[in-house]
């Protein structure tokens, strides 16, 4: 979870961010040969905090934007709730299913680091894969234009596929694994000794991944996994306490920035 | 016109399907039970919902809460006039805050002494007043599965909401939720209809709704769905799937009712038929059909528009449905590649329960309780399969199948074994080890099946309570309940003779110094467990509690035997000898209640009545024993009740408490003979007599 989410949505002050971030998730690698799951995904992250009222409308006019003409598709936000174990957080929310399939994740966030959130901040992932293939219909990802001259996704990222999978299931070196987790998790209760935070929860960032990769590899056991999470946990919850200190020791600076999209007014569209 | 309509309409974004009846069920219990205590009964109250709305409607409803008249209690009288007789400041106080004169006040009589009193009237309010009074708190205060806060920290709700309409007689009434004003504009569906519109009532609102395509009814929804994917179905040559809580699912995702049909490769016929319902059922919410019991490559689901245009949502239901479809088969064949069997040394790396093991070791002590369950059942034929069973009966859970839909485990590796080749008797007691799933579902096929499905169970529970995890409340994280469910039902239904005390001490050994309780404290805590699930299934079945509390109070680790014994009861239980027998078992353990056994002689019973007691019960004796050997319970009973007659006039003839303590303790040693011939097949101080019925009954005899 990127810090400009992670760490933004911590305390009082307003946050409206954009970006895209490659998500890696080494369980569901497929060696490049499943046309519709991969290790490394990209995600158009979107995060706005407090949540707007109009939220939802603005979601929607930003699909017909992408060129999806929502008169000839079915739109629908089927309940999920994103939890993430390892940072200590939590919302409430859906993935939007368009035509049957989940294009976006949509979540009211309640707790990060295991702290209460106030405001509240609506995230909005949008996934850039899915919705590319979704508007061509493509069978596969490697399909997919990467750019409109003809260099396809498969050209671009195939390769990447094929090596990671055999490095999460085959060739991670799990002792090397298990010493670079305890290495950084080192690493951050120093940095946060040190009052650094944001460095400190890059190195807990790289410990989550870790893990993911050790568990991946098939090299964690039920007990040891709880165990790890909650290493994890503790070095995001403790990241998530020092950034809201820190902030405050900064006056919550953000708090005086007049937000530039304040008193938009939005159409006649209804939210029935 | 004032028809005493009540219409309200909450909108938010959208609500988790599997909350949407809950909701708006509670909605109109609670505004139902409110309204009524204020005597504002509506005639009829009727709901709706579509994701994005709730919808209550009460009519009917009469336009004032009733007028009220109350004598309210004030002040002693003494302390309420001076010595002139003029009203004290207590007096005073008292009417200023019933608002009437000190003149109007009067005096009460009361079992305390006399006491001021004033008849207060209140008017009733306006029917509006009340609701905006009383539905908001309601509203905010439904009781979510799962509730959030959004923007500043609004809520907390189910989702954010966005509107509000509220009209008593068209007229509307005014109440906030969440910052939202109650008003009289709604909106349709928010791509195909968003622009807002006016609404008078319930008609007006269900026209317009209707225009919109909205159907706001869930039954009217359901209905249409159900119908259109039938015909569809049926267009298509076979079956719909019979799922109703896929189609309870399917009509709480949207507000339009929508079907879309969808093909897919027929190549994926070859993967087995559950993966391919499961997949369609569990990740697209897609109905399968069937036709002459074969899947057809054809799937149906909902969306929430009326049309399919352009053939979009075909098209992209098939996508996924061929995405995921896809993604079972590399589960598959990455499964195919080894053989359960081959397999089997995984277990060891799978821990069921940290201080329990394994489940490889699970595995070998399913084995070894299945090696004894048929010993004892004299299933000799069974023994070898049942140990080949019990080491593959896990295996499953190392699948990536069952990773991927963990609700496949069992018919998952009961399918993989099939198609390993294993014996039918094998493969299919895997496949239905976690039979009965529900109460309508049926216990294993076949005597294998049974074999592991009771060991597996016994294990668990015994292993589970070893540790002193006895369920308690609504915590039960290892389904320790549905286990013991499912055992009893298991053992019942196959009507085996197992003596399930036996059973668990044998399990309990198996797991060798595992446990942190000895079999003792493991069977005590477990019997009363497994009696609550035979209790509770034989209640099910129309037993009345006391027979089966009198039958278990005889013993209950044998539960055909249990049952049959609360059979004969049943049927006895109305005859007034038994009757009366039940009412002698009554007094004697009065009787005999804290006296430790006493030594009989049968030479000290010196009165006719009390040595007829002892020779009729010796006569009976065998008979009883023999009847209950016979497994006669009936007979049994009707035989301990042949000895109505000499109890009576035993207890009308004989002085038990003689000052003669030898006579006394023979008496009280008889009784206590006695009480253990009648309490052979239930515990008759346990049934309910209702002694008025009962003085009928031996009247009427005479």
């Known amino acids: ?272 | 016109m004032a028809t005493g309509e009540f219409f309200l309409e909450v909108r938010c974004e959208e609500i988790p399907a599997r909350m949407l009846q809950p909701a708006v069920k509670e909605l109109a219990t609670r505004a139902f039970e409110v309204l009524l205590s204020k005597g504002l009964t509506p005639s009829e109250v009727e709901t709706g919902f579509t994701p994005r709305r709730l919808v209550l409607t009460l009519s009917g409803l009469p336009s004032r809460e009733r007028d009220r008249e109350e004598e309210l209690l004030g002040p002693p009288a003494k302390i309420a006039f001076d010595q002139d007789g003029k009203p004290t400041p207590a007096a005073i106080g008292f009417a200023k805050k019933c608002g009437v004169e000190p003149t109007q006040l009067k005096t009460v009589n009361t079992p305390k002494g006399d006491y001021l009193a004033a008849d207060v009237f209140t008017e009733g309010r306006a029917t509006p007043e009340v609701l905006a009074e009383q539905i908001v708190p309601i509203l905010k205060d439904l009781s979510w599965a799962k509730s959030m806060r959004w923007a500043a920290g609004q809520g907390p709700w189910v989702r954010p909401v966005h509107g509000l309409v509220a009209l008593f007689d068209q007229e509307v009434v005014p109440m906030t939720l969440f910052g939202v004003d109650a008003g009289d504009s709604t909106c349709g569906h928010p791509i195909h209809s968003p622009r807002s519109f006016k609404v008078s009532g319930k008609a007006d609102y269900d026209r317009k709704m209707t225009q919109r395509g909205i159907v706001v009814s869930y039954e009217e929804r359901r209905e249409q769905l159900g119908n259109q994917m039938e015909k569809l179905a049926k267009k298509l040559g076979g079956q719909l799937a019979d799922d109703p809580e896929l189609l309870d699912r399917l009509t709480s995702t949207c507000g339009i009712p929508g079907v879309v049909q969808g093909e897919f490769d027929p190549a994926y016929l070859a993967l087995p038929r559950e993966v391919l319902a499961t997949s369609l059922r569990d990740h697209q919410s897609a109905f399968t059909i069937e036709s002459a019991d074969r899947l057809l490559p054809n799937f149906l689901t909902v969306m929430d528009r009326a049309d399919d245009p352009e053939g979009r949502v075909r098209a992209g239901n098939e996508w996924v449905v061929a995405a995921r479809l896809d993604d079972a088969r590399f589960f598959y064949s990455e499964d195919r590649k080894k053989t359960l069997a081959d397999r089997v040394s995984d277990l060891d790396h799978l821990i069921f329960h940290l201080d329990l093991g394994s489940y490889g070791d699970k595995a070998k002590r399913i084995r070894e309780l299945s090696t004894s369950l048929c010993d004892v059942l004299g299933w000799n034929d069974e023994s070898d399969l049942a140990c080949e069973a019990a080491d593959l009966l896990k295996v499953d859970l190392t699948t990536e199948m069952v990773k991927e839909f963990t609700s496949l485990q069992g018919v998952m590796g009961g399918a993989y074994a099939r198609e390993d080749g294993e014996a039918e008797p094998v493969w299919q007691a895997i496949y239905d080890q976690y039979r009965p799933v529900s109460s309508q579902d049926e216990v294993p096929r076949g005597r294998v099946g049974l074999v592991v499905a009771i060991a597996d169970r016994v294990d668990t529970l015994v292993g589970m309570f070893g540790l002193g995890m006895v369920p308690s409340g609504s915590r039960d994280p290892f389904g320790l309940r549905r286990a013991a469910q499912g055992l009893v039902r298991i053992v019942l239904e196959a009507n085996l003779p197992l003596d399930l005390d036996m059973v668990a001490a044998r399990s309990a050994r198996l797991y060798g110094d595992r446990l942190k309780k000895g079999a003792e404290e493991v069977l005590a805590d477990l019997r009363p467990f497994i009696q609550d699930r035979v209790r509770r299934l034989l209640g099910q079945q129309g037993y009345a509690y006391d027979s089966i509390e009198a039958a278990i109070g005889a013993g209950s680790s044998n539960l055909p035997e249990l049952a049959a014994r609360v059979d004969a009861v049943q049927r006895v239980r109305e005859e007034a000898d038994f009757l009366s027998v039940v009412l002698a078992a009554k007094r004697i353990a009065n009787i005999v209640k804290d006296t430790p056994e006493q030594e009989f002689d049968a030479n000290l019973l010196c009165e006719s009545a009390e040595i007829d007691l002892h020779k009729s019960a010796e006569a009976l004796r065998a008979k009883i024993e023999k009847a209950e050997a016979e497994g006669d319970h009936e007979s049994s009973l009707r035989h301990i009740a042949e000895l109505a007659e000499v109890l009576d006039t035993f207890f009308v003839e004989v002085l038990v408490m003689d000052e003669d303590r030898d006579l006394r303790m023979n008496r009280i040693s008889l009784l206590q003979s006695i009480q253990r011939l009648i309490s052979r097949t239930a515990r008759l101080t346990e049934v309910v007599v209702d002694r008025s019925e009962h003085r009928e009954k031996t009247a009427s005899k005479d």
């Open chain 1, 1 to 272: 979870m990127h810090p400009d989410t992670f760490l933004r949505v911590l305390g009082p002050e307003p946050w409206k961010v954009g970006y895209v971030q490659p998500s890696r998730r080494p369980a569901d690698a497929r060696y490049g040969e499943n046309p519709f799951r991969l290790g490394k995904h990209y995600q158009f992250q979107v995060v706005l905090k407090p949540s707007p009222e109009n939220i939802q409308e603005t979601y929607i006019e930003s699909l017909e934007a992408l060129g999806i003409d929502l008169k000839v598709h079915d739109l629908r936000f089927e309940e999920d709730n994103w939890e993430a174990p390892t940072l200590g957080a939590w919302g409430v929310g859906w993935q939007v299913m368009l035509d049957g399939m989940e294009i976006t994740q949509f979540t009211y966030f309640q707790q990060t680091g295991g702290l209460d959130l106030q405001p509240i901040s609506a995230e909005i992932t949008y996934g850039l894969e899915r919705i590319t293939m979704f508007l061509g219909l493509s069978r596969s990802v490697y399909d997919v234009d990467w750019v409109a001259d003809g260099v396809s996704y498969g050209q671009v990222r195939h390769q990447d596929e094929v090596e990671f999978s055999r490095y999460y299931f085959e060739v991670a070196d799990v002792e090397f694994l298990r010493q670079t987790f305890d290495g950084y998790e080192n690493e951050a209760r120093r940095c946060l000794e040190a009052g650094i935070v944001l460095p400190a929860y890059e190195c807990a960032l790289k410990c989550s991944h870790l893990f993911n990769v050790l568990d991946s590899r098939g090299a964690v056991s039920v007990t040891e996994r709880v165990a790890l999470i909650k290493r994890v946990r503790d070095l995001s919850v403790a990241c998530a306490k020092e950034y809201v200190a820190s902030r405050e020791r900064l006056g919550f600076p953000l708090l005086s920035v007049e937000s530039a999209s304040a008193g938009d007014e939005e159409d006649g569209r209804g939210d029935g």
